[in-house]
T-cell receptor, first 111, second 111 residues
Framework: NAGVTQTPKFRILKIGQSMTLQCTQD?????MYWYRQDPGMGLKLIYY???????DKGEVPNGYNVSRSTTEDFPLRLELAAPSQTSVYFC??????????FGPGTRLLVL | GQQLNQSPQSMFIQEGEDVSMNCTSSSIFNTWLWYKQDPGEGPVLLIA?????ELTSNGRLTAQFGITRKDSFLNISASIPSDVGIYFCAGQNNAGNMLTFGGGTRLMVKP
């Protein structure tokens, strides 16, 4: 199993541009999550999904959108990039017992 | 909302020393998780705890789920340079689908 994979690893965006961060898991987990981590800080939950077709907001959802059309994929969409969205983004999936497994992250710089 | 207090915030120790860190919560959790994050990487799950009083080991790491269900401890024995990183605790309660993360303990090991 590859676990949780994320693409791209790094991206530079101009203010106002849009992009989609991809996340895929091959563990057949129903639960998936998107977090952001600012330098020297902990993880903040952006959105999560408990299964295909179901998504819900986390702590910091503003400026982001998600979709969950399949069990494997959980893309995160930034529509109008802002400097405040410069961060490292982590995707995770969760087992039925609650343990979350994280991807390697996407580093985003908005200039 | 729920808060997790993780201490210490940072530790600078000599190689070979034992390390202890802990997390305390204002409310009860049903699951405690401990993660390690290396620079530029995603958090990696070290130990998962599911029962009050549970003591679980993973090599030189040992973690305990507190009897009150409001705290957890992580011990590292005979530290080595590759133990350097940030350690996060995370708790999940029965009512939610989300993890609450501690602020992290930054561990530095002097060879």
């Amino acid at each position: 199993n590859a676990g949780v994979t994320q693409t791209p690893k790094f991206r530079i965006l101009k203010i106002g541009q849009s992009m989609t961060l991809q996340c895929t898991q091959d563990m057949n987990h129903n639960y998936m999550y998107w977090y952001r981590q600012d330098p020297g800080m902990g993880l903040k939950l952006i959105y999560y999904s408990v299964g295909a077709g179901i998504t819900d907001k986390g702590e910091v959802p503003n400026g982001y959108n998600v979709s969950r059309s399949t069990t494997e994929d959980f893309p995160l969409r930034l529509e109008l990039a802002a400097p405040s969205q410069t961060s490292v983004y982590f995707c995770a999936s969760r087992t039925t017992t609650g343990a979350q497994y994280f991807g390697p992250g996407t580093r985003l710089l908005v200039l | 909302g729920q808060q997790l207090n993780q201490s210490p915030q940072s530790m600078f120790i000599q190689e070979g020393e034992d390390v202890s860190m802990n997390c305390t919560s204002s409310s009860i959790f049903n699951t405690w998780l401990w993660y390690k994050q290396d620079p530029g990487e995603g958090p990696v799950l070290l130990i998962a705890l599911y029962k009050a009083g549970e003591l679980t080991s993973n090599g030189r790491l040992t973690a305990q789920f507190g009897i009150t269900r409001k705290d957890s401890f992580l011990n590292i024995s005979a530290s080595i340079p590759s133990d350097v990183g940030i350690y996060f605790c995370a708790g999940q309660n029965n009512a939610g689908n989300m993890l609450t993360f501690g602020g992290g303990t930054r561990l530095m090991v002097k060879p």
